[in-house]
């Protein structure tokens, strides 16, 4: 299985921070598999932000919650990040990555996005 993160590198504060995830070698839709977008920022620990998964439902971190969209495009086989009103608190990597009942098994690069005007 392989997970790519794509989407801009850079991003205004206030507008609304958009990545994708295209997965290869393994449906999104499968049983028992979550699907989900964790970040972090220079110098600090990894945050996790929120998952979807086999069935479409979702779950998000408390704290991001009220700003943030994970939703799938099953045809592509793909999941999307969506995080608003961002600030430049929100650079970071992000990374998505395929979780199961115990582990984050399989992880993308990750892609560095930038907040600033």
């Known amino acids: 299985v392989q997970l790519q993160e794509s989407g801009p590198g850079l991003v205004k504060p206030s507008q609304t921070l958009s990545l994708t995830c295209t997965v290869s070698?393994?449906?999104?839709?499968?049983?028992?598999?979550?699907w989900t977008w964790i970040r972090q920022p220079p110098g600090k620990g990894l945050e996790w932000m929120g998952a979807i998964v086999y069935s479409g439902s979702t779950g998000y971190s408390p704290s991001l919650k009220s700003r943030t969209t994970i939703s799938r495009d099953t045809n592509k086989n793909q999941f999307t990040l969506q995080l608003s009103s961002v600030t430049p608190e929100d650079t970071a990597v992000y990374y998505c990555?395929?979780?199961?009942?115990?582990?984050?098994?399989?992880w993308g690069k990750g892609t560095m996005v930038t907040v600033s005007s």
């Open positions: 070698g393994g449906s999104i839709t499968t049983s028992g598999y979550g």
């Open positions: 990555a395929r979780v199961t009942s115990s582990a984050y098994d399989f």
